[in-house]
Each structure stands twice: as structure tokens, then as C-alpha cells.
């Protein structure tokens, strides 16, 4: 299967993402938004739409978050698979007509995620996953919330079968989260549920973090396939 992902900046790659699709044959299309024009993988059966640091209210410094939300609505509306993470979730949400807000506290680093729906049932109850993020999205009409946090209320959400958006960060790899930690590291400022540069730089990356991901990519493939 040919994969699109949307890629906003530099050093937020797809990361295991990439291995995934890899290890399953499948190729990515990677549009770097910060280096092209938006162009529209019209033909596209799978969207995967990458995190980053401006936000869904920004467009009018990134006149292209309109147009991505609006590829998003149009392949939504045509069936097919779609799967955000961070800004690529409030991208969904608010093109689900969600509102987009910024969150009460801010979550950055290593951090317990809560199961709250049994939509995907190979999630475990409990999980840490890695946070970078203040802003948050409203839970779009018709979808299932997925989990939550001691800190935000709406961490992921399945909408249908096949779209699926996670406030978290299942895909970034050690490389990555030492990438943002140099190249953001200004967002790191303190609060209840954030953790600094030396406690996140100790940790790695938990494995049941990728075969989650694993488990996820290949429930969005499943259910496209199926034409669910």
C-alpha cells in the first residue's frame, strides 16, 4: 500500500512509523510541508498526517493547515484511512468540527495514558507514552474517545472505523525525542506533568509503545482493506 504522511517540520519525522511500513511493505510518501508546496495526494487510500510546533489556529503564518484540513475532510468523506498524531490529531478533530483549545496543564515527557473505551482491545489498561503538547481538541461528535489523562481529558479518539488521532507521540524514536529536545527545548517550561531535559534523555522509548503503533497502523490498514 502507497502511504501519505504530512510531514510540518524537520525534526518530526515518522519515525516508527517508517519501520513499520518498512517491515510491512508498504511505502511512504512523505510531503514536507516546510520545504514544498501543498500538493494533494488525491489517489491517497491512507493519510498519516505528523505532529508539530505551529498550531490549527496558526494558518495565517501556514496557509496550508487549511488546505490540509480540507484533503483531510475530503478523504474522510471518501472512506479512507486517516491517522494523526499531536497537531495531526487536532488537524482531524477540528476538521470533524471540534474546537481547538489551549489545555490546562502542559505534558511534556513520559507519562501515563489511560485506556477509556475497549474500541481497540489489544490496548492495555495503562501505558506510558512520551507527551509534547499544550493544546488540546474537543472530543469530535460521533467519536469515541480513547483514552486519558491525569492531565487532558481527550488523548486519542476513533471516529468510524478507519480515523484515528493521538494527542501523544507513539511514533517518535530515542533519536527523535533528543532531536526536539535540542531543537525545542524553550517549551520545556515547569508545571505538574512536565519533565525535564535529564529525566526524559534517561528514558527509552518503552517497546509495548511500538508494538502499539504496530497494532494501530495495522487496524487502520485491516479496516480499509474490509472497506469499513
Not at 474522510?76 to 478533530?93: E, N, R, T
Not at 489551549?102 to 495503562?126: C, H
Not at 517550561?189 to 511500538?210: A, L, W, Y
Not at 502499539?212 to 487496524?219: K, N, S, T, V
Request: hydrophobic letters at 40%; aromatic letters at 8%.
Amino acid at each position: 500500500m502507497i502511504i501519505d504522511v504530512l510531514q510540518h517540520v524537520p525534526h518530526e519525522g515518522p519515525g516508527l512509523i517508517a519501520k513499520w511500513a518498512n517491515e510491512n511493505r508498504h511505502q511512504l510518501r512523505i510531503h514536507c510541508l516546510f520545504n514544498e508546496k501543498m500538493q494533494l495526494p488525491t489517489d491517497s487510500e491512507f493519510l498519516i498526517v505528523l505532529g508539530g510546533p505551529m498550531g490549527v489556529n496558526d494558518s495565517a503564518e501556514f496557509p496550508w493547515l487549511i488546505e490540509e484540513r480540507n484533503l483531510i475532510k475530503q478523504l474522510i468523506d471518501q472512506g479512507k484511512a486517516v491517522f494523526g498524531v499531536c497537531l495531526g490529531a487536532q488537524q482531524i478533530a477540528a476538521t470533524l468540527g471540534s474546537y481547538i483549545s489551549i489545555n490546562d496543564e502542559k505534558e511534556v515527557g513520559f507519562l501515563p495514558v489511560n485506556r477509556t473505551s475497549m474500541a481497540l482491545p489489544f490496548f492495555p489498561e495503562q501505558l506510558n507514552v512520551f507527551h509534547w503538547h499544550q493544546e488540546t481538541f474537543s472530543l469530535p461528535k460521533g467519536a469515541k474517545r480513547l483514552f486519558n489523562s491525569e492531565g487532558c481529558a481527550n488523548q486519542g479518539f476513533l471516529y468510524g472505523k478507519n480515523v484515528l488521532g493521538l494527542q501523544f507521540h507513539f511514533e517518535m524514536e530515542k533519536a527523535g525525542i533528543e532531536t526536539i529536545l535540542q531543537v525545542d527545548k524553550d517549551f520545556i517550561t515547569p508545571g505538574k506533568f512536565v519533565q525535564s531535559i535529564e529525566e526524559m534523555c534517561e528514558r527509552d522509548v518503552p517497546e509495548d509503545n511500538q508494538r502499539m503503533l504496530e497494532a494501530i497502523l495495522d487496524h487502520l490498514v485491516a479496516g480499509k482493506e474490509t472497506g469499513e
